[in-house]
């Protein structure tokens, strides 16, 4: 899970590091714009450009295909919404415990950010759950093929994508079948016929799909597709239906994004409030 070595297959120190760097691509806006100028001039760190080497070399369309098949069945476990947060939190890095909080601290940061906002219930319970796929790490999955920004494989790489230069070493960027602007896809196609590359967002959204609203199952499967909902890019490949739900997407992104370590969260407290909500809309177990 954890390394120092920048030649290691994990490079991260915690996953959290990645989004540390979207904090630094994209910072909160500010009324001191010179602020965000600095933060957005600054170098991301060595061992998160080696992560975004690591990502876009081994990001392939054969690997997408792969790991769809491994666990889109849905057979590692069965298990509840909440004890999938206690597991998850299980996940030790080795980080700086005063600014790396628990991984179920994000989630209910984000879920209480958004029902402070007065939103929907599904879409407080969206907020709970948007990371749990991140459980992937607990399965010996590399950090590059759990966390990091996603984007379409099959088609030509955007140069809109961090750290783009790295692509030259993935071996479908010298496939000319895969590298016009539509690849594999037709035109207005629809990002469910897309593969995007693996991560997190991808397996949750399979494993609850049939329980949330659809404006939530974009949140969870999009939420990291920073190349689209926030460079605009790949929009030949989209349909009605996207460009509709990413408003959705955009709208989510700043609870996800910018209520990290604004508070510590009383676990305990809020335990009964969400074990509620989750009842509201999910069986007792389900398939992982
Ligand atoms: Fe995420
Ligand atoms: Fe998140």
Known sequence: MKSNNPNSDQPLVSLDEWEDDLLRRYPKPTLDAAASFRNYAAEARPSVKEFYRLNHQNQTLDFVKHKREHYLSL???????WDAMEYLNTLVDDSDPDIDLPQ???????????RKAGRPRW????GLIHDLGKILCLWDEPQWAVVGDTFP???????????YE???AN????????????????????LDQVLLSWGHDEY?????????PLPGLYMIRYHSCYPIHREHAYQSLLNDRDREMFV????????????????????????PFYEELIAEFFPRQIEW
């Open 166 to 168: 790295a692509f030259h």
């Open 75 to 81: 057979n590692q476990r069965r298990m509840g919404i």
């Open 171 to 190: 071996e479908d960027f010298h496939n000319v079948r895969y590298q016009t602007e539509l690849g594999i896809y037709e035109s207005g196609c629809g």
């Open 204 to 212: 949750l959204y399979h494993v609850v799909k049939d329980f949330l």
């Open 123 to 126: 879409y407080i319970l969206t």
């Open 153 to 163: 494989v099959g088609c030509r790489y955007s140069e809109k994508i961090v750290f």
């Open 248 to 271: 959705w997407v955009n709208d989510f992104n700043q609870y996800d994004l910018y209520t990290k370590r604004d508070e510590r969260m009383d676990v305990a407290t809020l335990r």
């Open 104 to 114: 179920i601290e994000h989630l209910l940061q984000t879920a209480e950010a958004i």
